[in-house]
Every structure is written in structure tokens, then in C-alpha cells.
């Protein structure tokens, strides 16, 4: 979440002009610039509607001299500090402590910072920004927790055999990364554990997959299968039971057809009989 600037003005602070923009100063170090420089200089230049952003950047022999060696050089600080939207200009070779006669050059007319006292290295005071308060010139901006050159440069150190690692595998000699011979063959070493073991993962996945899937290919055919079977046993026997319907009405037909023969039969038979009967007579009258 965004940090809000906080403002405080002094019983002698100086009045902005109003006839032209207001010359607010930021300076600093800015090694490894990141948002939490960039919220600093953004509430710098939105201390008054129309703020013209200066920020001072420290060279590389005044820094390493009164606190200690940079991840980046001088160049490297005042072009990422160009490439920030809020900032106006740009001034290389700040001085460490702001004097009366650095705002007269610049026509400073506030010098924005967080209050935390920032110990001067030089020797002169306790505060490099003892003066510019003293004088109503300070305006206070505030720090964005959690993010910081030196928690940056933490953050490298703690994994730093990783980096190398990293940068070793991109490409970069030992030479260049400052380590030495048995150094390099044991993270070389521990890189290719590393590469094997994630092969190894990765095939086991694949194995797992495979696995799963033939499962549920032999679950998706058990269930066809008894789909196709329960649907063979019904049309199976739904043709059965026509099949039984049509050989019974064809046995009961061929059972009526020969009824009707034993009929006709027995009626012949019946006939001749009764012929039978009058040729006797007939024989009978001519006797």
C-alpha cells in the first residue's frame, strides 16, 4: 500500500513563492533505485500543486568515502534516476551536506527528506539536514516499509550461492562471479543433483499421469463393456421372445391345418358308408 506523504511545518518555516514553481530538492544515494525511492520523490513532488523536483545524487567517491561501496555506479544512479516520472532534473555530484550556498545556486527552496536524523559523516553535525531545518526549509516525506537498498542487497547475500549458481549456468566464468576453482565444481556439481532430481520429479509426474489415465481408460471400458453387453442381453432377448412368438403361432397354424384335414377325412369316411348302405339295398331288391 502506498505510503502518504506527511508534512510538517515549522513556527519558522519559509513561505512558498507564489509567482512561480515551487524548487523542491530530494537527494540520496539511490543504489539499486526501487519504489520505495520513486514514492519518496513522488510525495517530494506533490508537496505543492506546482513543484518543480530537483534530486541530488551522490558520486561514487563521496559515497564509497563516508558510507560504503555501491551495487551501481554513479552513471548507472543518476540515468535510473532520469527515467523516474516525478523528477524534474537530475543533479550529479551532490554534495553529502546541503549548504546555504548549494540552495543559492540551485534556488532551492525546500529540501524534502524523512525526519529519521541521517548521521553526518563528514563531521560537521550530528544531522546532514540540521541546517535546512533549522532555516524552515525541510519538508518531511516518509520511508515505504519493507523495502530498502540494504534489504535488497540482504536478499542477494542470503541466496547467494543460488545467484552464482544462476549466473553460472547463464554463461559467466568463475572468474568473473570471484570464485574459486573447488567453489565453482561444487556448485557445478550441486546444479546437475538439482537439474537430475527435477528430471527425475517430472518423470514421476508423467508416471502418476500415465497411471491415472490408464485407470480411468479401464473404468470408462468396464463401463462400456457393460453397457454393450446388458444392451446385447436385452435385444437378445427381445429377439428370443419374437422368435418364440413366431415358431408358436406357426406350430399352432400347422397344428389347425392338419385339424382340418382329420376333418375332411372322417367326413369322406362317413359318406361312404352311408354309400355303402343303399348299394346293399339296391342288391337286396334285385334278389
Known sequence: MEERKVVREGSNSAEPPRDRPVRVYADGIYDLFHFGHARAL???????PNTYLLVGCNNDEDTHKYKGKTVMTDKERYESLRHCRWVDEVIPDAP?????????????????????????ATGSGKDVYEFVKSIGKFKETKRTDGISTSDLIMRIVKDYNQYVTRNLDRGYTRKELGVSYVKEKRLRMNMG???LREKVKKHQEK???????????????VENADRLVAGFLEMFEERCHKMGTAIKDRIQERLR???LIGFIYDKEDDDDYYYDDDSVESEDEDL
Open 207 to 221: 508416471i502418476q499421469i500415465v497411471a491415472k489415465t490408464a485407470s480411468v481408460c479401464r473404468n470408462e471400458w
Open 193 to 195: 543433483l538439482k537439474k
Open 257 to 259: 391345418g392338419q385339424h
Open 96 to 120: 553529502w551536506v546541503v549548504t546555504q550556498d548549494f540552495l543559492d545556486k540551485h534556488q532551492i527552496d525546500y529540501v524534502a527528506h524523512d525526519s529519521l536524523p541521517y548521521a553526518d
Open 42 to 48: 513522488e510525495q517530494a513532488k506533490k508537496l505543492f
